[in-house]
């Protein structure tokens, strides 16, 4: 396991970026399955997903926001941040076994207060699935 990166209140400003790449395998969307009591045979049966029209499984949008966990909490702002809020526009799929990426730019430090405000963004082949924001309370 990784340490989480520090960053100190003082020393953020807007722009800063951080990226964390990932993929969802079939164990860990059994996982989720059994976790969460969600069975709906998009995200688990691979010839119903594709009756429906899609290219495979569909990874549950909860793994991608699972995702901004590792970034908020291990990189950007990383140790000592909670999150305050968090939303998500879903655009497209992430299959099972796909490459992606979560990046968080910081938009707004307010220094007063701790908190921050990341754009989220995830990427799969280039290509935008979900854009969101976060709000993220620092400690100080």
């Not at 860990?28 to 495979?56: C, I």
């Not at 979560?102 to 280039?126: I, P, Q």
Request: proline residues 4%.
């Amino acid at each position: 396991m990784m340490a989480p990166e520090e960053h100190k209140l003082a020393d953020l400003r807007e722009g800063l970026k951080r990226t964390v790449p990932f993929s969802i395998s079939h164990e860990q969307m059994r996982a989720f399955a059994e976790l969460s009591g969600d069975f709906n045979p998009l995200h688990v049966d691979e010839a119903f997903a594709r009756g429906k029209g899609y290219e495979g499984c569909v990874v549950y949008g909860a793994l991608l926001v699972a995702k901004v966990s590792e970034l908020i909490g291990m990189r950007l702002p990383g140790r000592d941040s909670v999150w305050a809020s968090v939303s998500f526009d879903f655009k497209r799929p992430l299959y099972v076994g796909r490459e992606a990426e979560v990046e968080g730019t910081l938009v707004n430090v307010h220094h007063a207060t701790g908190m921050l405000e990341l754009a989220l963004v995830v990427r799969s082949d280039g290509r935008v699935l979900a854009k969101g924001k976060a709000e993220v309370v620092l400690g100080v």
